[in-house]
């Protein structure tokens, strides 16, 4: 028996190749690009506004590195004390960080500074907050189900250390409002049991503020953090791609298709669109709309603290258990401890985890094992909708809470008043939203029964021959039914392996 080699002829030895076809052919017999084209470049992505939430992630978290590239150039991260001599004339003669400095610096004298601090800062907001909406956007459809438990926890991971990733780069600049979040984050150190103290030194280089706090934030946010979160970006992107996207039920949609555009050229030219789209929002938004004037709070003093001081939304849920937690102290065996503020920081990241384990809970609970692929409407499933709806409104409860001086200022309201009402409301609340939003979803589950049973009222009337006043009803058509009805009826989606 002989065997025959496998034998390919290159593009260049084609007659009458052109020089481009040479090159690409070059390449590929390098690193199959055309094979790996040939498999994805005509992938079909689902054609629904929804699926956009994830793309305004990935380019705010461009707009992020590429600006951030940017303010690199330009900032000190030393807590040297310098005497400020620049444009901005009120604080001039002060005393204050190089952080600082640097800081004023970019923002009068650096041509473009200004406006690329503010892009950085209000891209991060942005960044978080479509992480946020496009977590719960997949909570509320199910698209977390087998097989994307894992992306759903590498989703989540992105999310949890942007909340981080934010929190070193607000405090970067060592001003007044910054200073005061270190300090409420000293406190929360120092509540720990028997290590507080060591952890409080350990990151702060000695007794707080210490002198190596900004350059080691700087070396997390820099490196260490956006390293991790560009990994998991890409790993996150890839295995969308593997497990192919989800779509909502429609007519010749199942388990094992997708029906929409091709990536190349039609979903490629709306993704470039819309990059140019979300960096010319945020850029618009920088511009016209002033955030973190680090110039009007000054330098960080320990002896001094911010009116008012607010952190970023996405952290103001954190200061929010703080503030409305009594201050309750207990002590035992000669330690005390400040249950005011350890409670507070030990919920905090439970109410994170809780989204983060919520799939395998889900699974276990209701014994579903089932790829899935069709994603749920939020009215079908009723208990996990209310749920979520619970859980947003304890987000907001305590983000309120996190403003509670702000709040009783702006109401003319005692801040005991507000404080006890953010209490009250912290259990009472999210018990409610559950129980309303799931009697909602279980009504509009019975609307959708009478559709499929009635058809759509016409407003037309008629009278039948016995005196018989009626409302005539038009029969809904095949894709309308098939929508309304696919949960349903599963195993007609899934078509058989051929």
Not at 65 to 81: A, D, K, R, V, W
Not at 256 to 263: E, L
Not at 468 to 489: F, G, M, N, S, W
Request: contains cysteine.
């Amino acid at each position: 028996m002989t065997a025959t080699p496998e034998t390919s002829t290159p593009a260049s030895s084609t007659p009458g190749a052109s020089r481009g076809e040479r090159v690409a052919d070059w390449f590929d017999g390098r690193l199959g690009i055309h094979t790996l084209g040939k498999q994805y470049l005509r992938k079909v992505f689902p054609d629904h506004w929804s699926f956009l939430l994830g793309e305004i992630c990935l380019y705010s978290f461009v707009v992020l590195i590429l600006t951030g590239i940017y303010l690199t150039l330009f900032f000190h991260p030393s807590m040297n004390e310098v005497t400020y001599h620049g444009s901005y004339v009120p604080l001039n003669g002060i005393r204050m960080s190089d952080a600082y400095a640097s800081t004023l610096h970019l923002s009068f004298d650096v041509r473009g500074g200004l406006l690329v601090r503010q892009l950085h800062h209000w891209a991060a907001l942005v960044f978080i907050a479509a992480m946020l909406t496009h977590m719960m956007r997949h909570f509320f459809t199910g698209s977390f189900r087998k097989p994307r438990e894992l992306n759903w926890l590498f989703g989540w991971t992105l999310l949890f250390l942007g909340l981080f990733e934010g929190l070193f780069g607000y405090s970067l600049p060592d001003d007044l409002l910054s200073g005061t979040g270190m300090r409420f984050v000293d406190g929360a150190l120092l509540s720990v049991p028997i290590v507080g103290t060591y952890l409080s030194m350990f990151l702060f280089g000695g007794e707080y503020p210490g002198h190596d706090i900004v350059s080691r934030f700087y070396s997390l946010h820099v490196l260490l953090i956006p390293g991790v979160m560009a990994a998991l970006v890409v790993v996150h992107v890839l295995l969308v791609v593997y497990h192919k996207h989800t779509q909502f039920a429609g007519p010749g949609r199942t388990e094992r298709n997708v029906v929409g555009a091709p990536f190349m050229p039609v979903y490629l030219a709306k993704a470039g669109g819309f990059f140019f789209l979300v960096f010319g929002a945020l850029t618009a938004l920088a511009a016209v709309a002033s955030i973190n004037p680090v110039w009007s709070y000054g330098p960080y003093r320990a002896d001094q603290v911010s009116t008012g001081a607010q952190p970023d939304w996405y952290l103001g849920f954190a200061e929010g258990l703080v503030r409305v937690m009594p201050g309750w102290e207990v002590t035992f065996w000669g330690h005390t401890l400040v249950l005011g503020v350890l409670i507070p920081i030990v919920v905090f990241p439970l109410l994170l985890v809780l989204i983060g384990v919520y799939p395998f809970l889900e699974s276990w609970r209701t014994g579903d094992k089932r790829e899935h692929h069709l994603l749920d409407r939020p009215r079908n499933r009723p208990t996990r909708t209310g749920i979520g709806v619970a859980w947003i409104s304890l987000y907001l409860i305590l983000l309120a809470g996190g403003g509670n001086d702000i709040v009783a200022t702006r109401l003319h309201l005692s801040i005991n008043t507000v404080t006890w009402a953010v209490r009250v409301a912290v259990f009472v609340v999210p018990a409610a939203a559950f129980v309303v939003t799931r009697r909602i979803c279980l009504g509009l589950q019975l609307r959708d029964a009478e559709l499929v049973l009635h058809g759509r009222e016409t407003g037309v009337i008629k009278r039948l021959p016995h005196g018989e006043y009626v409302e005539l009803h038009r029969p809904l058509d095949q894709a309308e039914l098939h929508t309304l009805t696919a949960h349903k009826r599963p195993r007609e989606l899934v078509e058989r392996e051929p």
